[in-house]
């Protein structure tokens, strides 16, 4: 049978308690304020982190970099992505004074790219070499653009080099469908 305890026990109990909380905390103390510290630093370069990236410098730098980061628009159903990427691949190609040939897509089949499948366009034609370059230039700004798949471009060798002026070409680019 367990007996009271008198007033002078439950000091010595209470004396204990808090000699063991104070134990306790002289010992793990400095390893607290440590971490505290450690913190209170990390959180200090993380806001100078932050005020670097979002400060006035660093925006003039993003607006570079995004004009150099071709529009890209996420990837449709097959039919709709293909007609979409098929007008404006036609249009930027008009727009740098290549004749106006016939657009040929290919299933491109097993090849994925991640969980998207990849279609293939082709495109034959004739046109200058300034032309050709130029339909290179602006096929980045095309936004379902995803690469150039293959590029030839060929010239009669036979032919003087005045005459030489239009030059065969062969294109497959790719644009990603879901």
């Known amino acids: 049978m367990a007996r009271a305890l008198n007033p002078r026990e439950i000091r010595t109990i209470k004396l204990g308690i808090v000699a063991l909380v104070l134990m306790f905390v002289a010992g793990s103390g ?10 209170q630093t990390e959180v200090t370069l993380l806001e100078q982190r932050l005020a670097d990236i ?29 007609y979409l990427f098929r007008e404006t691949l036609a ?10 040939e016939p657009l040929q897509v290919e ?10 499948d990849r279609l293939l366009i082709r495109y034959r034609g004739k046109g200058k070499f300034d032309q050709i370059l130029e339909a290179l230039v602006v096929l980045k700004e095309n936004p379902y653009y995803a690469g150039i798949e ?21 294109i497959v680019v790719s644009t990603l469908v879901k």
């Open 107 to 116: 299933e491109a089949g097993s090849r994925k790219v991640g969980t998207f």
């Open 150 to 170: 293959e590029l030839s471009i060929k010239c009669d060798p036979k032919q003087e080099p005045e005459q030489r002026q239009e030059i065969e070409f062969e």
């Open 30 to 39: 400095p390893k607290t304020w440590r971490t505290i510290q450690g913190l």
């Open 91 to 100: 249009e930027q190609f008009k727009k740098a004074g290549l004749k106006e």
């Open 54 to 82: 979002t400060g006035p410098k660093a925006v003039m730098q993003q607006a570079g970099f995004l004009k150099q980061v071709p529009a890209f628009a996420m990837p449709r159903d097959a039919e709709h992505q293909k």
